[in-house]
Each structure stands twice: as structure tokens, then as C-alpha cells.
């Protein structure tokens, strides 16, 4: 069985979505998924399937449809999808939680910087189906503005590192 670990966009964040981590852990095992857990009030949810990729997406989308009225979003990756973001960031010298990585559901486009507005000295690199920040002062007061940002969702990276060993703890599990 494969351990996916979902992001899931806008969920009680600023009061936008609500759904509990409980709801959801519910939610997850109603549709069929073991070993479920959940990371912080901020719809973060790991648990095994034996489905591909595709069909988990969608099932996950369609129960957080019929909960919520409307999917907010998700976003799939592996442990080593997790890993491989942590490992690859491009601001060694950021503090983890002054850098954010916004996944993507597919590869950002070639010009996903080109409306890059950073008044706050943020730095932005886009690899592949992430986009890394790192916020000087932190992300909390930026005027950052990059379109981009929007198709996806963003963890700090501590919160991408715990997800990852949370996912090799289950898998080893």
C-alpha cells in the first residue's frame, strides 16, 4: 500500500475553509484509506491507499466536495516528493519558518515569475511543481504578489519536514 500525504488549499487558513483535522481523519477513512493521520490545523492528512495517484485525487476531492460543498484543493506528494522539496531548497541560509514552499499540481508555467512583485526583498525560485520563498521578515506583513501562487498551497519548511518523516514513520510502520 502507498502512503500519500495531502495538502490540502485553504483550509483554515484567515477562517476561509472549516473543516476540523478530525472531520477530515474521518473523512479519509470513510472513503476507504487506513493509517490515517493528520499534522496541524491546517489540512495536512497522510494515510495508505492501495489506489494509484489519480484515483485517490479523485475520491479525496469528490468526499471534501460533498462535505464542504466545494473541494478546496488537493495536492498529492510521496514522502519522497517531500523530501526531495526539503532537500532542494534554494535559500540554504533562510529559517525554516521564514521559508515557504507552495506545491503546485503541475510544473509551474515558464513565465510563472514574470508578474513577480516582491517589495519586501523575498526572494522566489520556481523548480518544477514548487515555488520557494523566502520571506526576510516573514510572510505574515508581505506585499508579495506572484499569481503563480494561487493554483497551489504553501508549508513552511519545517511543517515539509515533519510531513516527510511522519510519511517514513507510516511507511516503516
Known sequence: MTVFVALLR????????????????????????????????????????????????????????????????????????????????????????????TFLPEAAPKDALDKLVAPGGEEVQVAGREIYIHYPDGSGRSKLKLPALKAGTSRNLNTVRKLAEMARELEDG
Do not use: W
Not at 471534501?64 to 526531495?84: C, D, F, N, T, Y
Open 10 to 101: 485553504a483550509v483554515n487558513v484567515g477562517g476561509t475553509g472549516t473543516l476540523s483535522m478530525a472531520e477530515l481523519k474521518a473523512l479519509c477513512e470513510e472513503i476507504g484509506f487506513t493509517d490515517v493521520k493528520t499534522y496541524i490545523q491546517s489540512g495536512n492528512v497522510l494515510f495508505r491507499s492501495e489506489e494509484d495517484e489519480a484515483k485517490v485525487q479523485v475520491r479525496l476531492e469528490e468526499a471534501l466536495a460533498r462535505k464542504m460543498g466545494k473541494s478546496p484543493g488537493v495536492i498529492l506528494r510521496s514522502r519522497q516528493a517531500l523530501e526531495a522539496a526539503a532537500e532542494g531548497s534554494p535559500f540554504p541560509h533562510a529559517k525554516p519558518n521564514y521559508l515557504l514552499i
